[in-house]
């Protein structure tokens, strides 16, 4: 099981929408399909044009989510512990189309390999069917947040009613 120093991984996961409707060994056995991976500060953890061979739940820290505008990096969003990330890329195998960098130090991610994955649905399908549809909302989170922070902009420089 992935574990961290002065960290409880369980606790942390028994806390967060994925795990609501997993019992403490499910939780468990989740933790034992993953891996737990520790990022610097500005550490690339995917990038842009890979296709996703990884899922990723934030434990600790955030990750920004960049593109490259020219040579200039521009940040669209951060994932924030208990988020997930990478499952785009992941699910439809289509390369990413932005790149995943820590914000901090010591940021720490639970990373679930396609691989890994793949066994999860077969010994575990209810486990796995409850990580889809984290992403799913996870998807969500996400479309909303972005389409909440458009429109703000379009008030702000069209005023509102006007587009």
């Known amino acids: ?10 606790a942390f996961m028994n806390q967060q929408y ?3 409707s997993l019992t403490i060994a499910e939780v ?3 933790l034992e399909y993953t891996e ?3 990022y610097n500060q500005n550490q690339t953890i995917a990038e842009a044009g890979e296709v996703g061979e990884a899922l990723y739940f934030v434990v600790k820290g955030e990750a920004a989510l960049v593109y490259d505008d020219n040579g200039r990096e521009v940040e669209v969003g951060v994932m924030k512990e208990g988020e997930l990330m990478g499952e785009m890329s992941f699910f439809d195998r289509q390369p990413r ?4 960098k820590a914000v901090a130090d010591d940021t720490q991610l639970l990373k679930l390999s396609r691989a890994m994955y793949k066994r999860l649905r077969v010994e575990h399908p209810y486990i796995a069917v ?4 984290h992403a799913i909302i996870s998807l969500d989170h996400l479309v909303r947040r972005l ?3 458009e429109v703000s902009l379009s008030r702000y420089i069209y005023g509102p009613g006007k587009r």
């Open 130 to 133: 409850n990580l889809l549809e």
């Open 28 to 30: 468990e056995t989740l």
């Open 36 to 38: 737990l991976e520790t």
């Open 147 to 149: 389409s909440t922070e």
């Open 97 to 100: 189309l932005l790149r995943m």
């Open 1 to 10: 099981m992935a574990a961290a120093k002065g960290f409880d991984l369980k």
């Open 18 to 20: 994925l795990c609501e």
